[in-house]
């Protein structure tokens, strides 16, 4: 039996949304308190205001409500009580999340489905792969999230990882023979609480067989237009062009633009940073990895710059900074990966695959070999995948976009704690 102050509900009623003039219905939702200090009635499909609502009701209670949709002589629909209950008196004033947040939820969920629909007219197969993984991954960068497993019955007890991308889970299943795969998911990276940072976040990630990274771009550049639905978007002071082909720029030229340097040919820490603090970008720590100087430098004097008039690809990495995409024909010194900006805002990694099993091993044994040298957790070899790209996986392209970006730009949100519920909440 329901305690006296909650009563149960039961019976038809309308949503705010669908209510029409003249008409009587039956709605329930929280009041809540309009800027004209009057009392209004809101539910998961929108606000309406009340008239003659009873004085022995206040702001944060939810109630049921028979009346009359009022169009009035002049505004909007209001909705005159005739009787009302109420169904819980709150004992802590407040609501649990702002209506911002479930808006943003809403919103969420619009873009997935029209990312899903993307995907399905082009012919892809949405597929899922284990979340808990038996290798994370070897990236210096990454921090994983490890769990142990108890072990059951013939398997024993090991350790886990939550995986800090489906990346190998979703190339074995190109090797089985699937050529169009993505998927929707949440991944985990420790260490990771900026105002673009979570620890848990959603990414779409997708791969073609027989294809290489050039294909992959039209497909991200043709999603983010659908996702974001409008000519234009205006974010901090960057008003970017979406009507126009995406900016398709290599990571040398963009140092050479944005901070005069010859990347390519400042192939050591020692002389990056000192190129760099002879044109006055530092200073730059000394004893620092030639990845971690470079990284200093794109965070600070390139990234602001990117995609602020139309989005932008920088393409054509440094190969010590894909240690999974394949290298270029032309020019070894660099490999096929891509990252979408907008407005400063990193949306994307991209890659043509390495499908060479002895080359992928070796680049896997250099990031063991870095971690150790960092005095970082170690790793196991990620086996399984190695075991696939050896039984054969056809030159492919991939890529994963953040959703929860995308998603801060389409809403304006400066902070993507505004766009999803964190799993700690800050004080």
């Given amino acids: 039996m329901s305690p006296p102050d909650h009563p149960s509900f039961s019976g038809d009623r309308t949503p705010l949304d669908a209510l029409l003039p003249g008409q009587r219905a ?3 939702g929280r009041l809540v308190q309009t800027p004209g200090r009057t009392l209004a009635l809101r539910d998961a499909s929108g606000v309406v205001e009340l008239r003659d609502l009873p004085e022995d009701l206040h702001p944060g209670d939810l ?18 009580v005739a009787a009302a209950e109420r169904l819980v008196c709150p004992a802590r004033p407040g609501s649990p999340h702002s209506p911002a947040l479930l808006e943003a939820l ?13 995907f399905d007219d082009q012919g892809f197969t949405e597929v899922e792969t284990p979340n808990l993984v038996e290798a994370p991954g070897t990236d210096v960068h990454l921090a994983a999230f490890q769990t142990p497993f108890a072990g059951l019955g013939p398997v024993g007890p090991a350790p886990l990882w939550l995986h800090t991308s489906p990346e190998c889970a979703m190339k074995r299943l190109l090797a ?33 067989a027989f294809c290489h990274y050039g294909p992959i771009m039209d497909d991200v550049e043709a999603l983010v237009r ?4 409008r000519p234009a978007l205006a974010w901090g002071d960057s008003l970017v062009d979406l009507s126009a082909p995406f900016e398709r720029l290599t990571v040398q030229d963009a140092f050479l633009r944005h901070c005069g340097l010859d990347l390519l040919a400042l192939d050591t820490a020692e002389a990056l940073r000192e190129a760099a603090c002879a044109r006055g970008l530092g200073p730059l720590p000394e004893g620092e990895a030639w990845d971690d100087v470079f ?13 602020a008039a139309r989005p932008t690809f920088l393409i054509d990495y440094p190969r010590p900074l894909a240690v999974l995409a394949r290298a270029k024909d032309d020019d070894p010194r660099v490999a096929e990966r891509f990252e979408l900006y907008v407005a400063g805002v990193e949306l994307c ?45 056809p030159p492919s392209g991939g890529v994963a976009l953040g959703l929860d970006r995308l ?11 505004q766009i999803l519920i964190r799993a700690v909440e800050a004080p």
Avoid at 226 to 229: G, N, V
Wanted: proline share 6%; hydrophobic share 45%; glycine share 8%.
């Fill in 295 to 307: 990284h200093a430098l794109m965070l600070t004097w390139v990234e602001p710059h990117l995609g």
């Fill in 63 to 80: 109630v049921a409500l028979t009346g009359l949709v009022d169009a009035g002589p002049s505004g909007p629909p209001a909705f005159k």
């Fill in 349 to 393: 990694n991209g890659f043509t695959e390495l499908n060479d099993p002895v080359e992928q091993r070796a680049r896997f044994e250099e990031d063991l070999a870095h971690r150790a040298a960092l005095g970082l957790p170690a790793c196991p070899m990620p086996e399984a995948f190695l075991r696939a790209l050896e039984q054969g996986m």
């Fill in 26 to 28: 039956r709605v329930a």
């Fill in 226 to 229: 659908a996702l974001l639905d």
């Fill in 407 to 417: 998603l801060m730009l389409s809403l304006g949100a400066q902070d993507i704690g």
């Fill in 176 to 208: 089985a023979g699937m050529e169009r795969i993505y998927q929707i998911c949440k991944v985990y990276r420790d260490a990771e609480w900026t105002a673009s940072h979570n620890p848990e976040f959603t990414m779409i990630e997708w791969y073609r």
């Fill in 106 to 118: 809403a919103a969420r969920h619009r873009m997935n489905r029209a990312a899903r629909r993307f």
